[in-house]
């Protein structure tokens, strides 16, 4: 299992056409699918050098591009996102734990696995571990959301994909066969497609996420609880 | 690319797949850093990276070149933030100490560039904080030391000594567990786990690892096998050890374990308990041998019960039974009002220990068989390992320096120690079996679910007249529930009849905990209370004045109508998305002792070493002996050296029943009075009680180099009260019931179905206390653990299968900083004169209560009272809507 860490694309896409690698970002997820058996052991491109795939740019017309480098906690962090995206910056600050939002990015959060208890209990084969059915269907599903379009009951687990579905982000895709393109995050991701979590070939790399400028009329969208008094302190998690 | 760790040049990790967690323990060698998780939940592994607060145990270890590291060991000990820690006590047992001081430490610096030297406020501290988990729950210790340290407070090291005596190698990350030992040589051992709910197994193919002692070069590295079956070869739950595998690498024996081949003949199943009392259901113990062998999660012996299928019980228990259900059946019949009838359940809470089950076991000379244990009972099991091996008590060593947690779960002989043993005298080398998170939330026990009919019934003047309690227990495989034997404990002795009953599943067994069966007793006893001083239109308070003949409590109630947070807590109907509501809960624990408990004091050097072979699992009896000792020697405590968790030295108490501190306790003053008549006699100037002037000390220590005395605790007629629960254990009931009284604030979100406790009281009567500021620390952690078992915890399987699905930190939830009501402390400390110390255990009864408090604020803020724990977002909505 070696680990590469090119830094250019190009030669990272291929790499992973070549050797059938698995991209890495962060690695967050994918040190914890590998220790639950989700995926086997395989060959990595670290993307973490790529200077493309990083940084925070905006654009002459207001709207942001998002390299997919851009840990978590930068999402939170930064001033112009929070202005701009308080939706997102908010839902950047709510996830998991400020010691992985260090080091978990944007790109690996919209491509992570399912977090699904049945797919990350080794007792259990289904649908997206090359099983024919869904344990969880029938099972216990007490901490986890189910929605039954297709299949697979549980839907992608990224929260920062619904902050970004609701600015109408669209997501930059570099290489494969498929090649280059840009398509809507929601897009990402294909419910009637039971065997895998996101739509992305194994030699595609997701670049960047664009969102398009806040609408100013409408002032930032909001979230968080509607109206009423406030709890006296705050509630966390 | 080069790394750099705590400021200087670092090896790069060469290991595939393995974590920066790993690479900093097991090739650096820097134990500080510790695993809980292993999910990115807990934040024991938390390490700097370039300056931040990062997880190390999902950051691949391939990806630190170029990037600098500070552990825990690189902040020095020093930093003001760990001084803090160490001043305000913000730990216990210390297996999450390293994770929190480090993000403490990068947290405080940023606050005080951004905001001088300020105090944060208790939200900004949880935020900051909000990944890391502490299951001895020392978060109010934690919220004033961060905020002192921002404060500027611990710039300078303190003038004072931390309370606890251990506190300086916890916070540096010096303080060595089990989990850290990795002695020359060490093979890891891993488990072959049943897949099957109920099964024969045919038979074992080991494919290739060697069953016996082997011969020349294949002896030193062909992977070695044990059969962990019992005599029927038949395993009777998901996760049941079957085998165990051990090789010099842990991913050789990974790779050999799921190499063995087992063939089971699947046998029927009864995955849940109304499964197992339906008509014709598989029975799991069909003969009396089987039901024999089975398995006890009750703490001492087990109460008598006879068997009828797959139910144990009843164990009856009654005072004018007949009395009291003649009256509820008439109550009932003519539908009285004042009585309250109702069924309550509880979920199965898992330890959750932060360190998991551990052991290192060094068979690999004729000598002594030589065991580092992640244990409660450090004497207890180096008897039972001599037996269950055959060997002399002095040819087996235990040893214990320190116990991430243990809660009840460490103390018995577990499979990790068979295991080890068994596979390090095939190995011929030193084994380590560390449990994996899964294999700790699986099948290292947990507290029984229970299912609890209440009946109380009120007289004419609001008396209790009868009342009847029938509980069954649900832990899997195992038995010895006693919830309904313990609610006879309370409200006085009016005519009461108590059963409790077992049901058998295909589960895995349950295990002692905190309290065992006290607070599923409690939540429901004390809904039933407060739901008859609602039918009264009484005051709930009052109604316990009335009705509790313990004097202890009755001092606690005093305090409680003084209590702001009681005396002034809204009334009426609430209304709005935020309800506010304050419960109230009364609990007890009974006084339990271990009277062969012994503590030997040597000069040595010059100075005098306190040792006995108990172990410090986070209470901090080490502490304790330091302490006693140096009060009744008269001598600096800085002057002493405690050296426990050893089994070679005399015999300490086991850490279960809340017996440690009040049977050590005793016996470390006795030995420490008789060091003093021994100095004396050499030297006159030393005075016969107050502290020794230091030349008097110094001079009578030369004198008596190599002197060794030895205190015992031996328990008195006045003391001892039965020996019902005992048997044969270093175990006593004493006289006195525990008592303790919890007040709870909590802020309901109606919207959600959120609970948040945000004030608690919690009023102990545990006669004197030892060590005032560890004692809070207890029943602090005692609040939090039961604000989980109120809200959160739940151990859930799945249905089909009957594997747990709750087996990690992430779907397995605890309290967080986040969650937990500021916690204010109250001892009464009369009431315990009769024994010796006159203080006993409060571990545990300051746990037992917690819950039923929040369940009681929970239907005073909402009018909705709830029966079922925990109480969950989901049950609050349906109830409200
Ligand atoms: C305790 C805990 C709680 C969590 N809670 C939440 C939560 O509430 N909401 C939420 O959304 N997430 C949550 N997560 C998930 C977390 O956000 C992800 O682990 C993290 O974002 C993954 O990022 P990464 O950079 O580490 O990904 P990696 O582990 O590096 O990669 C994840 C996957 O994406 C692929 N990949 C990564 N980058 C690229 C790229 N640029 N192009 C193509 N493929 C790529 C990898 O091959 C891998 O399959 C939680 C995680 C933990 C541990
Ligand atoms: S198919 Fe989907 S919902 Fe079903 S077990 Fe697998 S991940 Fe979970
Ligand atoms: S061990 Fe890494 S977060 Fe728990
Ligand atoms: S002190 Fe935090 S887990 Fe024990």
Known sequence: MTTTRPSDLDTALSLLRQTGARPRSGGTDLTACLAHGVLAPAPVVDLTGIAALAGIDWRQDGSARVGALTSVHELSADPGLRRAYPALARTAEALATPQVRRTATLGGNLLQRNRCWYLRNPAFDCFQTGGGSCPA???????????????????????????????????????????????????????????????LGPAQVLAAVSLPAPAPASGPPTCGRPGGPGPSGRWWR | ??????????????????????????????????????????????????????????????????????????????????????????????????????????????????HGDTRPDRDTVADALAGHLCRCGAYEGVFAAVAAACAGDFDTEPDQDPPRADAHDKITGRAAFTVDRAPRGCWEGVFVRSTHPHARIRSLDPAGARVDAGTGAEAHSTPVFVDLLGGDRVVRYVGQPIAAVAAPTRARARAAAEAVRVD???????????????????????????????????????????WRGNVRGPFTLGWRAGTAMKRLRAAERADDPRLVAREYTTAAQLHTALEPHACVADWSTDATLNLYMSTQAVSDMATAVAERWGLPRDGVRVITDHVGGGFGAKAAMTADVVASVELSRLAHAPVRVTLTRAEELTDTGYRPGTRTR????????????AMSVDSYGDGGVSHGSMAATLAALMYGRTPRRTRDFDVVTNQAPGAPFRGPSAPPMAFALEQAVDEMALRLGEDPLSLRRRWDGNARRQALYDRVAELPV?????????????????????????????????????????????????????????????????????????????????????????????????????AAAEAADRLRRALREGSPGVPPSGPVPEPALKEALSRAEGLRVVGGRS???????????????????????????????????????????????????????????????????????????????????????????????????????????????????????????????LGE??????????????????????HDLPIRPDRLIEALR
């Not at chain 2, 630190?64 to 020095?76: A, F, K, N, W, Y």
């Not at chain 2, 209440?454 to 007249?465: I, K, N, R, S, T």
């Not at chain 2, 209560?849 to 009272?865: E, F, L, P, Q």
Request: hydrophobic share 40%; proline share 7%.
């Open chain 1, 137 to 199: 269907r029938e099972g216990d599903h007490l901490h986890g959301v189910a929605v039954d379009q297709g299949p697979c009951v549980a839907p992608h687990p990224s929260t920062l994909a619904v902050a970004l579905v609701a600015y109408d982000a669209v997501a930059r895709i570099e290489g494969g066969d498929e090649g280059a393109g840009e398509r809507p995050v929601a897009d990402l991701y294909d419910p009637g497609d039971p065997t895998r979590d996101h739509v």
């Open chain 2, 1 to 114: 690319m080069d790394l750099e760790v705590n400021g200087s040049p670092a090896p790069v990790s060469d290991a595939p797949g393995a974590t920066a967690a790993d690479h900093i323990r097991d090739r650096l060698g820097l134990t500080g850093t510790k695993i809980a998780c292993g999910d990115g939940v807990c934040g024991a592994c938390t390490v700097l990276i370039d300056g931040s607060p990062t997880v190390s145990c999902l950051l691949p270890a391939d990806a630190l070149p170029g990037r600098s590291v500070t552990t825990v060991e690189g902040l020095g000990g020093a930093h003001p933030v760990q001084r803090a820690f160490a001043a305000h006590d913000g730990l216990q047992c210390g297996y999450c100490t390293p994770g929190f001081v480090v993000s403490a430490a990068a947290f405080t610096d940023a606050w005080r560039t951004e």
């Open chain 2, 264 to 306: 089971y003949e699947p046998l029927p199943a009864v995955l849940d308990a109304e499964a197992a009392r339906a008509p014709g259901a598989p029975v799991l113990y069909p003969t009396r041998e089987e039901r024999k062998a089975s398995p006890s999660h009750a703490e001492g012996s087990e109460l008598p019960a006879p």
């Open chain 2, 454 to 465: 209440v009946a109380l019934l009120a007289d004419d003047g609001g008396d209790l007249a």
């Open chain 2, 566 to 666: 009681w005396a002034d807590r809204p009334r009426g109907r609430r209304t709005g998305r935020f309800r506010r509501g304050v419960g109230l809960a009364a609990s007890t624990w009974l006084f339990l002792v271990s009277p062969k408990s012994k503590v030997e004091l040597t000069v040595e050097n010059g100075a005098v070493v306190v040792r006995s072979a108990t172990q410090d699992i986070g209470t901090g009896i080490r502490t304790v002996l330091r302490d006693v000792v140096a009060d009744r020697l008269g001598a600096p405590p800085s002057s002493l050296r405690v050296e426990i968790g050893d089994s070679t030295s005399v015999h300490g108490s086991g850490a279960g029943g809340s017996r440690t501190t009040n049977s050590m306790g005793p």
């Open chain 2, 715 to 841: 328990l008195d007629r006045w003391e001892r009260m039965s020996s019902l629960l005992s048997g044969d254990a270093d175990f006593a009931v004493g006289r006195g019931l525990i008592g303790a009284v919890h007040v709870m604030e909590v802020e309901v979100d109606t919207l959600l179905g959120r609970v948040r406790p945000t004030r608690c009281w919690a009023g102990i009567a545990a006669g004197r206390i030892y060590s005032p500021r560890l004692a809070r620390n207890q029943c602090e952690g005692a609040v939090v653990q039961g604000v989980g078992y109120a809200l959160f915890e739940e151990r859930r399987t799945d249905p089909a299968t009957g594997a747990v699905l709750t087996d990690n930190l992430e779907d397995y939830r605890i309290p967080g900083l986040g969650d937990v009501p500021e916690t204010e402390v109250y001892f009464h400390e009369e009431g315990f004169e009769h024994v010796p110390g006159g203080g006993v255990g």
């Open chain 2, 845 to 866: 009864v300051s746990a037992v209560g917690v819950a039923a408090s929040v369940a009681n604020a929970v239907s005073d803020a909402t009018g909705w009272r709830p």
